[in-house]
């Protein structure tokens, strides 16, 4: 995990502005849904 709570927020060109945890939580059930 980082060590900000961020998800790669330097590297990732796009604007992490969003709580650190909703994009992972979309992407857990992304993984559901499917």
């Keep these: 995990m980082s060590r900000s ?3 790669h927020a330097i590297d ?4 992490v ?3 650190p ?3 992972f939580e ?3 059930r992304t993984i ?3």
């Design 5 to 7: 709570g961020k998800i």
């Design 17 to 19: 502005t969003i709580a």
């Design 12 to 15: 990732d060109p796009t604007p």
């Design 26 to 28: 979309r992407y857990l």
């Design 32 to 34: 559901d849904l499917v």
């Design 21 to 23: 945890g909703s994009l």
